[in-house]
């Protein structure tokens, strides 16, 4: 398998995840037990890859083809247990899936707070981690007994966690492996030790060189500040190897306390260099420890100094990337502790420090990504306070500046990278802003930058699969705004690309999703290009294979709301077809899926907009009271949406609600709004028609569909 373990936790326990990962990918196996067999097979000099991941997943309810494909190729799981990770669907999700997958015996827990088997707001421990399996595989009601660790004040404590973990793992005895552990770290901590007592008398024989003379003591503060450098560096990097984070709390905190107690002025430039970089390594410790308070005293403390240093140079273009580089830490860790004001004033004299330096070296690399890394924070904050406008400006300046680094080193996959996530926010901020115009051309720079990649490596079937998903969506934005030809056309090759994969890989359940979902959506525009035949097969074609899927996973109820959204496809292909009786059951199937999902997920834009298009194709073939009740409260669940309200699908939805309401002052209101989103669907542009809507006058060279 490629993963060695999986990691699950709840986002808020993100500082305990990386704890896991780095101790564990850290970790080599004693020298004397390499090659040996453990439980699970021949022990590995490292436990590397762990998977861990580091974004947000999708707001849909089911887990991404991504995590299921890295939990099928993990060898074990570890959850992060506490009462935020018990309340996470994802992390119940994940857990739930490993256990379905035969390997309920290597799910390993690794507890940081609450209380396991509490039964109320401080339980730790997931649903999915309590019970055992039934045979239909949910977890039933026999209680479970998770193989747990806990770093809990007064329990394991990090060390034997970590030898817990790590015992688990390896399939080795726990005091074996603590023996061997212990051993080895004997050997280093006398290493350490004859290191320490080195480094000892060098300091003692410069102190005491220091009181002959002046020059002598200069002498003196630079190398004991580089022994401090090397003991904040190389040493802690030791003391890690071997879990002794005592030791270098202690160390940071006598290093701050040094360096508080020194001048800052009457020194060296030289001198200051050195003590910043010190600095900034203990900020960088405290950060990774998850001491955000005392890391940004670090910071702050390097700052003081760095701008010292920048404003005493201000031609020197290091010194100035340094201390914006700072700037950057102090800025991120307000972020991290919430601090919106203060995030925003860092990353405020961020962009100041870097636009000031620029005209010493416009085109330098180092400067430009520094500009656009900036640009991508201070946007995420301006997002976070509801600032989109501000946001939107701060994502164009990072797209520019990608762009610049693109030109500069076209095969630097980090810069190709960051122009393409400059794309992705760009195109998120089109929709939050109600404008097709800008979402179109931004898939179709996502699209070209996808292609480029893919074509580095033609066999790298999921850079394959990015490229279809961008065209998908390329597809189906130019069809919303009018060119249904170039719409059709891009869902056809994405169909196409699939058809390629799905030889390649027969059972791959990404890419039988990816066939199922764009079936259905190609369905959608050949019905309203007047294609009843070629619609009805498709919208059959991604009803079969989600029902595959769902019968492979009845809980994936992502695949479940696309089932449903194929069957109100077809509902409305039987509604255009005279059949009443038809559309009304497969309608009434839909909602039956729908209306729970969105009882649990009232904002998932997905799950709204399925809901919506059901429950008005049901009103037009039901009774009238019935109807009143849907187009009433399809038009509550619109209006209740509290982001992205100008988003043209959801505004169409509610227009159509509110004229069969006979509402058409309040539908002509939201009609305007729309019209300005760019939407130019040719079946909505009927309907308006029959309705009698004044359609606003076509831009010149965007004629209305007829």
Not at 58 to 72: F, Q, R, T, V
Not at 179 to 206: G, K, N, W, Y
Not at 338 to 352: I, M, P, R
Not at 431 to 443: P, S, W
Request: hydrophobic share 45%; charged share 25%; net charge neutral.
């Amino acid at each position: 398998m490629r993963y060695r373990a999986f990691i699950s936790y709840s986002h808020k326990d993100a500082r305990w995840a990386r704890w896991v990962r780095r101790n564990l990918e850290g970790y080599r196996t004693p020298a004397r037990l390499r090659g040996s067999v453990g439980e699970f097979g021949p022990l590995p000099d490292r436990l590397q890859p762990i998977f861990r991941d580091r974004d947000d997943l999708a707001s849909a309810g089911s887990l991404s083809p991504k995590i299921e494909a890295a939990l099928a190729d993990s060898e074990a799981l570890i959850v992060i247990c506490s009462p935020n990770a018990a309340r996470s669907p994802w992390v119940n999700g994940e857990v739930l899936l490993f256990k379905r997958m035969g390997r309920a015996n290597r799910v390993y827990c690794l507890i940081v707070a609450g209380e396991p088997d509490a039964g109320d707001a401080s339980e730790c421990f997931a649903p999915a981690l309590r019970f055992e399996l039934g045979a239909d595989g949910e977890p039933g009601t026999q209680r479970a007994e998770p193989i747990a660790a806990d770093v809990r004040p007064g329990t394991d404590g990090k060390p034997l966690a970590r030898m817990k973990l790590l015992s688990g793992l390896l399939g080795v005895d726990l005091n074996t492996l603590r023996r061997r552990e212990a051993a080895r770290r004997q050997r280093r901590l006398f290493a350490i030790a004859m290191l320490s007592v080195l480094a000892m008398l060098v300091t003692s024989f410069l102190a005491v060189q220091a009181v002959i003379a002046r020059h002598a003591a200069e002498r003196r503060q630079k190398q004991a500040e580089a022994l401090v450098g090397f003991m904040l560096g190389n040493l802690s990097e030791k003391l890690a190897q071997v879990s002794r984070l005592d030791i270098m709390e202690s160390v940071n905190d006598q290093a701050m306390a040094y360096f508080q107690s020194l001048p800052t002025t009457d020194v060296t430039e030289q001198s200051l260099e050195q003590r910043v970089s010190a600095l900034v390594k203990i900020g960088n410790v405290r950060r990774d420890q998850g001491h955000l308070p005392e890391a940004l005293q670090s910071y702050q403390a390097a700052d003081t100094l760095s701008a010292q240093l920048a404003r005493a140079a201000p031609s020197h273009l290091e010194r100035q990337l340094a201390h914006a580089r700072i700037l950057s830490y102090i800025g991120i860790t307000h972020w991290y502790q919430g601090q919106l004001d203060d995030a925003e004033s860092a990353f405020k004299a961020v962009q100041a420090a870097l636009l000031q330096a620029r005209p010493l070296a416009p085109a330098n690399a180092e400067l430009l990504y520094q500009l656009s890394s900036v640009d991508n924070n201070f946007g995420h904050v301006l997002e976070g306070r509801g600032r989109n406008d501000e946001a939107l400006a701060q994502y164009r300046s990072m797209l520019t500046l990608a762009q610049e680094l693109v030109q500069v080193d076209a095969s630097n996959h980090e810069w190709v990278s960051q122009s393409g996530l400059a794309h992705n926010n760009l195109a998120k901020m089109a929709l939050l802003g109600g404008d097709l115009a800008t979402a179109v051309t931004e898939y179709e720079a996502d699209l070209e930058i996808q292609t480029s990649l893919a074509r580095r490596d033609p066999q790298d079937n999921d850079q394959a699969e990015k490229v279809l998903l961008s065209r998908a969506a390329l597809g189906r934005t130019q069809a919303l705004s009018g060119d249904v030809e170039s719409g059709i056309s891009n869902l056809r090759k994405a169909l196409d690309e699939v058809a390629r994969l799905l030889v390649i890989a027969a059972d791959n359940s990404s890419f039988l999703e990816d066939e199922g979902l764009y079936s259905v959506q190609l369905a959608r525009w050949l019905r309203t290009t007047a294609d009843p035949v070629g619609a009805s097969a498709l919208a059959a074609h991604g009803i079969a294979l989600f029902e595959r899927l769902t019968q492979q996973d009845p809980a994936n109820t992502g695949w479940q709301r696309a089932l449903a959204t194929a069957r109100i496809e077809q509902a409305q292909q039987a509604r255009d077809a005279g059949r009443g009786d038809l559309a009304r059951e497969h309608a009434r199937a839909a909602l039956a899926v729908l209306e729970p999902q969105l009882r649990e997920r009232q904002q998932d834009r997905e799950t709204v907009l399925a809901t919506l298009a059901a429950q008005l194709l049901l009103a037009d073939v039901t009774d009238a009271d019935t109807a009143l009740r849907l187009r009433n409260q399809a038009v509550q669940t619109a209006q209740a949406q509290s982001s992205a309200r100008h988003d043209p699908r959801l505004l169409a939805l509610q227009i159509e609600a509110l004229l069969a309401l006979g509402r058409k002052p309040d539908a002509q209101s939201v009609l305007s709004t729309l019209w300005d989103t760019g939407l130019r669907d040719p079946r909505f542009i009927a309907l308006m028609r029959q309705e009698r809507m004044p359609i606003p006058a076509a831009p010149a060279g965007k004629p209305v569909p007829p």
